[in-house]
């Protein structure tokens, strides 16, 4: 009776540490103009971030970059990213396609933004985000793009800066650590479908601290 309890037990716990795969869309639009785009409560709840970018080496103890270990990468320098009322503030790119704001990346730097995460990865069903309803480019990179935590590419979807409020969408992708956005563009509708961050961790190390129980008991 006991044995049964506890599987039950064990059950229930990794149940709970199992990730829950939620749907959303980041639209900014309840962000005052110039409020931080990581003040957004849908963001912030899904643990998700917008950081500056930057290519860039990592660098050894002494300060000298390690040569091969080019990546994108957070920029501690760069511009903190804001929620803008576009048509405000940049006539000429067109209207927020949500209708009001947009992330503003800063077109001026020509520098990517990066979507990070709350856990080293995750995975998701579809990925979509609308481009600013402009014909101005060019973008760089000329693609979004999704890498691994180890920063392996993992897929590319080609973005044209031609067409106005253009969708660049991806079908679904496990083992994400972040997303790469090109410069020179607004972004507006950041939209997730069954996104989830895997929690093995938590769950294993309940599981290994219920199975030391269940030893301990048989010992006595």
């Known amino acids: 009776m006991k044995t049964k309890l506890l599987s039950l037990a064990l059950v229930g716990i990794l149940s709970a540490g199992a990730a829950q795969a939620?749907?959303?869309?980041?639209?900014?639009?309840?962000?005052?103009?110039?409020?931080?785009?990581?003040?957004?409560?849908?963001?912030?709840?899904?643990?998700?971030?917008f950081q500056p970018?930057?290519?860039?080496?990592?660098?050894?103890?002494?300060?000298?970059?390690?040569?091969?270990t080019e990546h994108w990468?957070?920029?501690?320098?760069?511009?903190?990213?804001?929620?803008?009322?576009?048509?405000?503030?940049?006539?000429?790119?067109?209207?927020?396609?949500s209708?009001?704001?947009?992330?503003?990346?800063?077109?001026?730097?020509?520098?990517?933004?990066?979507i990070v995460f709350g856990g080293p990865a995750v995975s998701f069903d579809a990925f979509s985000?609308?481009?600013?309803?402009?014909?101005?480019?060019?973008?760089?990179?000329a693609a979004v793009e999704f890498y691994s935590s180890a920063n392996?590419?993992?897929?590319?979807?080609?973005v044209d800066a031609s067409i106005s409020g253009?969708?660049?969408?991806?079908?679904?992708?496990?083992?994400?650590?972040?997303?790469?956005?090109?410069?020179?563009a607004f972004y507006d509708n950041v939209s997730f479908t069954n996104y989830a961050v895997p929690e093995p961790s938590r769950a294993m190390l309940l599981a290994a601290g219920l199975g030391l129980g269940v030893m301990r008991r048989r010992r006595k």
């Not at 869309?25 to 110039?34: E, K, N, P, Q, S």
């Not at 392996?152 to 080609?158: N, R």
């Open 22 to 49: 939620a749907t959303f869309v980041i639209d900014f639009d309840a962000l005052a103009d110039g409020a931080a785009a990581n003040t957004d409560a849908v963001a912030a709840i899904n643990g998700i971030a």
């Open 53 to 68: 970018g930057i290519y860039d080496f990592d660098y050894d103890g002494f300060g000298d970059p390690i040569p091969g």
């Open 73 to 97: 990468q957070i920029d501690p320098l760069g511009p903190a990213l804001q929620a803008t009322n576009i048509t405000a503030n940049f006539p000429g790119w067109g209207a927020a396609p």
């Open 99 to 114: 209708g009001l704001n947009m992330l503003n990346t800063d077109p001026n730097t020509v520098q990517p933004t990066i």
């Open 129 to 141: 985000v609308t481009l600013d309803n402009s014909t101005l480019g060019p973008l760089i990179p």
């Open 152 to 158: 392996t590419l993992l897929a590319s979807v080609p």
């Open 166 to 184: 253009f969708l660049a969408a991806q079908g679904p992708l496990t083992g994400v650590g972040y997303i790469v956005l090109p410069s020179v």
